[in-house]
């Protein structure tokens, strides 16, 4: 995110990848379980797993040229000399003027990075002179040509067990892991400008909220209040859910979310598995912005299903409404970033159709038309908390842009979006 007033309005994501190991356990922002633990200090999320790390930094923060350092730490701390595939994408600038180093212009993005690994690619998706993704990846398959983006130490000692688990070759000898199905590579994304005036003020921080903590009400409690109030905390259902929340002073909010489910469910595409989700809201008028981004791989359509119950994990298309009723924005793009494998894979369960294929019909029927919400289960003073603040959004939206894209071992469904 871009740095405003008191918000942010664009984002830098990274995400790198050391290992080819499938299982998947966060480090995460502000939220402990007995896997993981971190602290949240700002309006940034940072995501570790055995065999990746994801960096989303706000404002004129310098994220690429903490590359380096993060590079570092792996090879020393953890042994992890080799890079096996390296993601960084960014929607375009609202104010490229502020920004700092090589983030003052795509192609000195493009060229730092390609310092660093040898066979990057670079990609703009969208309209230059209008709403527009950017990406730079590196390709795995780059490693069998002697690259100096090479293939993780630990991703060439996991070797597949005979009795249901993996075992890894680690310094001090060897470790088993329970042997979870592969998890599918699956990123959602939906950015968000223009809010409405009612959806922006409630991110706007009461004088009650003490930063320092000292007096009043602390932003981590404001936030999960806010949270509640809004519908956030039910996004996901909220067993499955671990939220933690920090409200800005004088504006603004961040959130990260884990999910975790298993085979109990019926309404997920995988059976078992952890993701995650985060939010990152400013509120000024005439620079808002809101971005939420999910890894969690849904449903395009529960077959059936036409109910919007904070006790089920939502299918894509209920998602994009739970999501545009919280923030009522003008304006929004949506992406899905999915690995070429689990596009296809979809295919049989959605009548022929790819995942990307089948997300551009979930987005455009998600906007078509955004009905009030139902009642759900979950409830805050005897009443929905999906219905609290916001009251509904029945509104209808116009699509200006779709795009589907194949990058090496990647597929993109990109759509832009705005209100009629």
Known sequence: MERAVCGSSAEKYGRICLTSSSSYVLLFA??????????????????????????????????????????????????????????????????????????????????????????????????VNGDHWLLYMTNPEDLSSGSGTELSSLASSIVEAQDDNWAIVGQCGLYTLPLLPPTQDYTIEILMTHLSARARAAFFTPDAVDPCEDNGLSPSIHAQQLSSELGISDIFPRPLTQLDAYSFVPCGYSSNALIKWNDTRSDISEKNGEGYYTIHVTPEEGFSYASFECNVPLAVRKSGSDNDNSDDIPDLRTLVQRIVRIFEPGKLTMTLFVASAGNESMSDDDGGETAVEAAQRAFKGALTRIPKPRLSGNSINGESSMNNTNGGLDKAYKRTDKINYEFGGYDLAFASFEMI
């Not at 790390?53 to 994220?63: D, F, M, Q, V």
């Not at 390609?114 to 670079?122: L, M, N, P, Q, R």
Request: charged fraction near 25%; include cysteine; proline fraction near 4%.
């Open 30 to 127: 502000g939220s402990k379980t007995e896997n993981s633990y971190c602290d949240k200090r700002s309006e940034s999320s940072l995501f570790i797993s055995p065999h990746r790390l994801i960096l989303k930094t706000c404002g004129t923060t310098l994220n690429l040229l903490g590359l380096p350092r993060i590079l570092a730490v792996a090879k020393e701390h953890a042994k992890l000399s080799k890079v096996y595939q390296c993601f960084y994408s960014r929607k375009a600038f609202m104010f490229p003027d502020r920004q700092l180093g090589p983030h003052k212009d795509w192609s000195m993005e493009i060229g730092f990075l390609d310092k660093i690994f040898d066979h990057g690619s670079a990609y703009t998706v969208g309209k």
